[in-house]
Each structure stands twice: as structure tokens, then as C-alpha cells.
């Protein structure tokens, strides 16, 4: 007995007594309608109709399906809980290329959606390591900073944010070198990494709290991104760095009104501590800058104002550099994701003052305040060297909360196609 669903496309309309429906059935097999329009947007939702209708297995069938439809399909296939069984159309390349994603954006997955008690900070470090160790083999080395050790090396902001958990803070330092000792730094990754978001002393609500496991989807996009390049031949050198802390409440905690000393010599004030992501990644850009890199690619789950502003189809970018901007769009482009500038000006460090610091990590008011996902992106370009070329996705597509007709409910791993492309690049 058949044990999987064929499932074909087809340009004709579905037959009248299916009325509107993108999907029809015949026997053993699924039909998908393709209308004009979008095409990987109907194939990705006629995906999630036949997941949500019990189907469980599928292959797909038909010379229709190539690379980019196959993938759409594999998307919107996806859930939380497994990995999508399916079996794919096409040669060996493109067998193998699909499969390749698939097991990257899963380990994405994975991570996003464990829960909070079981990925605490050093473990989310030790498990990306451990996964790109494997892949990597003995061209990876890497080593974790946890604890009091990241003051040693003036690691402030990761320290202060993590330190009101019982669960130490922790910075993952990876190296991917494929040239020898003495090859320079082609790329520098970095990750926000908090694995769980309370808000601090600036307490979330109850619904604001619960998907809180999601904000470590930056270190979970670069991560996999960076598992998938290697997996698709990368020969450059690539580091990526973690910044791991939990957000918690307790006699440790850090507070509104606290002033963090940077490594590079810059004070911030605190004024909301559920702005703690970009405090994090403070560090990790700094760290990144010191490689010399040809390139900073940072991705966080940083702000509601970028969701406001794209919704939840689209992942924010920023840079100084307008030809990165146009890189990071065509790089989208070519694997059908979605990414869409948002301005980035050198007065947008202004934008959050303090009269006791350099510069706030927020401004007072509800949500940061007008252009919140602007102005955390000129707090960051306070620490990243101005002479490298930086790219900051603020990852609006990485999570969906209760799940919608593109997406299961959970991590999408939205992003980590753009970026593994970026690092091809």
C-alpha cells in the first residue's frame, strides 16, 4: 500500500464542485490549482491545507516542480513538532540541495521551539557548536564564555542581561576556516541569543510573554544559515558569535537606571529592560568587528516595531551601505524570501539620549517610541566598525504565534536561506 500522496501542479481550474479551493483530490493524488499570481505563495498555502487536513507524507510529482516550488511546498509542509517527510522531484542536485535545507531550517526549528527550561544559555551555545562541529568537521574550533568569565574580557552587555538567571550567560566564539591559520575573515555572524525573554524589571505581559522561547531566533537563523553553507560547499572563512543570556527577574537582575561601560568605551543607560536584545548584541558586533571581516551580518528577533511596519511576511534589514542593501534584496530574491529596507541614518544614534550616558538602549514610552526599529538599529551602529561593510535583519518572519495559512505555528526559519546565500556570495 502507497504510503505517501502524490501531489501534482496544475494550471487547470479545480473542478466546480471543489468551489474555490486551490486543491483538489483524485484518488491517491492532490491536485494544486496554480492561479495567476504568486505561485510559491499558493503552493506554500496549499501545502499548509493538505498538512492541516491529516497529510502527513507526500511526493511530488510532475515535471512542474522545480527547486524554488519544491521548497515553497516544504514550508508551508513543515511544523513544529517533525521534520516534513517528503519525497522530491528532480536530479540528484536538486534531491540533494532540498534536502540539505530542509535539515538546516529544521535544527532552526528545533532550537526556536524548545522550551525555555530546556535551552538555557550554554546549552543553546553547546548545541550550535556541537551541530556545526559535525557538519564542519576539523575546519570548526570554537570555545563558550560563560558566566563571571565574560567580565574578564569586558563582555558587559551579555553579562548584565543574563546575570538575574540562575542559568550563567554565555558567548559562543566559532570559527569556520576552511584556508589555513593565516586566511582573513571573509564573514562575521552574529545571533541574538536570549533564550528567554521575561522583560526583566520592565515585565511582558502574560501574551506578550508566552512566545518568548522564539528570541533566540537570531542565533538560530545564523547558525543553521551558516550549517547550510558549509553543507553547500563554503570555502571562506566564517566566524560566528552567540550572545546566550536569559531575561529574568530576581535580587541579580539589572535595572532601569543602571549604566553599562561597553569595551569600546561606550555608556549606556538603561531605561527599559525588555530592550535587552540590542545590549546583547553590543557585544557580539564588537567582537565581530575584531575579526576585520569583510562583512558583519547580525539577525535578532529585535523589535515589534518591525513587525508593525512589514507585518509578518517580511524580515526588516538595515544597513549604512546602500549596495549591501541591494545584495541582501537580490540575495532574498533568488530563494524566495522576503527581506525590505527600513532607513538607517547616522542620526538615528541620537535617537534614544540619555543626560547620563552616551546614548539609552530605548527611549521611555511604549515601544520605544516612533521609529523604534530604526533607532535600535542606530544604537547598534555604535558598535560596529564603521570601515566594515554590516547588514542587521530584524527578524519580523522568524516566529508565528498561533500559526496562519503560510506557516505552522512556531519558528518559520525565514531568513536563513538569505543569508547562507550571502555567505555563497
Not at 502507497?2 to 464542485?17: C, Q
Not at 511576511?313 to 549596495?323: D, K, L
Request: charged share 20%; glycine share 10%; net charge negative.
Amino acid at each position: 500500500m502507497k504510503n505517501r500522496m502524490t501531489v501534482k501542479l496544475t494550471h487547470e481550474l479545480a473542478p466546480a464542485h471543489w468551489g474555490q479551493a486551490k486543491v483538489s483530490f483524485q484518488d491517491d493524488q492532490a491536485y494544486v490549482h496554480l492561479t495567476l499570481g504568486e505561485s510559491l505563495r499558493q503552493i506554500q498555502k496549499a501545502a499548509r491545507t493538505l498538512r492541516t487536513q491529516g497529510v502527513t507524507a507526500v511526493e511530488l510529482a510532475g515535471g512542474e516542480w522545480d527547486l524554488d516550488k519544491q521548497w515553497a511546498f516544504a514550508q508551508g509542509f513543515a511544523t513544529a513538532r517533525f521534520i516534513a517527510d517528503i519525497h522530491w522531484s528532480g536530479d540528484d542536485a536538486i534531491r540533494n540541495a532540498l534536502t540539505h535545507r530542509l535539515e538546516a531550517s529544521f535544527f532552526a526549528r528545533q532550537l526556536v521551539n524548545a522550551t525555555p527550561e530546556n535551552l538555557a544559555p550554554v546549552t543553546l551555545a553547546e548545541q550550535a557548536a556541537t551541530w556545526l562541529a559535525t557538519i564542519g568537521g576539523d575546519k570548526v574550533s570554537y570555545r563558550i564564555i560563560e558566566g563571571e568569565a565574560l567580565l574578564a574580557e569586558q563582555w558587559h552587555g551579555i553579562h548584565a542581561v543574563g546575570r538575574g538567571s540562575e542559568r550563567p550567560p554565555a558567548l559562543l566564539e566559532l570559527d569556520f576556516n576552511p584556508l589555513g591559520d593565516d586566511a582573513p575573515v571573509s564573514v562575521a555572524l552574529v545571533g541574538k541569543g536570549i533564550t528567554f525573554d521575561s522583560g526583566g524589571y520592565s515585565i511582558k505581559s502574560s501574551e506578550g510573554m508566552l512566545g518568548m522561547k522564539c528570541d533566540m531566533g537570531g542565533a538560530a537563523t545564523v547558525s543553521a544559515a551558516l550549517g547550510l553553507a558549509i553543507k553547500s560547499g563554503l570555502n571562506k572563512r566564517v566566524k560566528l558569535f552567540l550572545c546566550c543570556a536569559e531575561n529574568l527577574i530576581s535580587g541579580h537582575a539589572y535595572k532601569l537606571g543602571d549604566i553599562l561601560t561597553y569595551k569600546n568605551g561606550v555608556t549606556v543607560e538603561v531605561v527599559n529592560t525588555d530592550a535587552e536584545g540590542r545590549l546583547v548584541l553590543a557585544d557580539g558586533l564588537q567582537a565581530a568587528s575584531e575579526t576585520g571581516a569583510g562583512l558583519i551580518i547580525d539577525a535578532a528577533t529585535l523589535t515589534g516595531a518591525a513587525v508593525m511596519a512589514l507585518g509578518t511576511n517580511y524580515n526588516a534589514i538595515f544597513s549604512p551601505q546602500t549596495e549591501v542593501l541591494t545584495l541582501a534584496q537580490e540575495k532574498a530574491a533568488q530563494v524566495g524570501e522576503r527581506v525590505w529596507p527600513l532607513p538607517l541614518d547616522p542620526w538615528h544614534q541620537e535617537m534614544c539620549p540619555s543626560p547620563y550616558a552616551d546614548t539609552a538602549n530605548s527611549r521611555a514610552m511604549k515601544g520605544g517610541g516612533a521609529g523604534g526599529a530604526s533607532n535600535a538599529a542606530g544604537f547598534l551602529s555604535r558598535f560596529v566598525n564603521p570601515e566594515i561593510n554590516w547588514l542587521h535583519m530584524d527578524l519580523a518572519s522568524a516566529f508565528s504565534d498561533s500559526g496562519d495559512s503560510l506557516w505552522a505555528a512556531g519558528a518559520t526559519a525565514h531568513g536563513v536561506l538569505t543569508i547562507a546565500n550571502l555567505l555563497q556570495d
